[in-house]
């Protein structure tokens, strides 16, 4: 089972970009798909992007098109989530997940019997006016 660790977080101006890594240890990275989710306080936790094991095609929910990308870096071990244009309300925790399946990752926040195998342990993302 890999373990998972984000960094990359802070506090931000409005309009900012900030990109968040989630590194993960041990060799069984390429097994697994990837998703980054959010939660804010009082709110659900959100999907914001997912990638599958090989890399290609990442899903973005309709809400979270245009302003974020996902990617990862095999020979690191590494997944990223690059946020452009931030606004106040993108203020969360960020966390990131791995699943053996796709989509377990990307029906994680509809269906509460599907949850990621792993987790990491968050990163806060502040967006300042």
């Known amino acids: 089972q890999v373990q998972l660790v984000e960094s990359g977080g802070g506090l931000v101006q409005a309009g900012g970009s900030l990109r968040l890594s989630c590194a993960a240890s041990?060799?069984?990275?390429?097994?697994?798909?990837m998703g980054w989710f959010r939660q804010a306080p009082g709110k659900d936790r959100e999907l914001i992007a997912a990638?599958?094991?090989?890399?290609?095609?990442?899903y973005y929910p309709d809400s979270m098109k245009g302003r974020f990308s996902i990617s990862k870096d095999n020979a690191k071990n590494t997944v990223y989530l690059q946020m452009n244009s931030l606004k106040p309300d993108d203020t969360a925790v960020y966390y990131c997940?791995?699943?053996?399946?796709?989509?377990?990752?990307?029906?994680?926040?509809?269906?509460?019997?599907?949850?990621?195998?792993?987790w990491g342990q968050g990163t806060l993302v502040t967006v300042s006016l």
């Open positions: 997940a791995a699943d053996p399946s796709l989509h377990r990752i990307i029906v994680a926040t509809t269906d509460k019997d599907m949850n990621p195998e792993v």
């Open positions: 990638l599958s094991r090989g890399g290609g095609s990442p």
């Open positions: 041990g060799r069984t990275f390429n097994n697994y798909a």
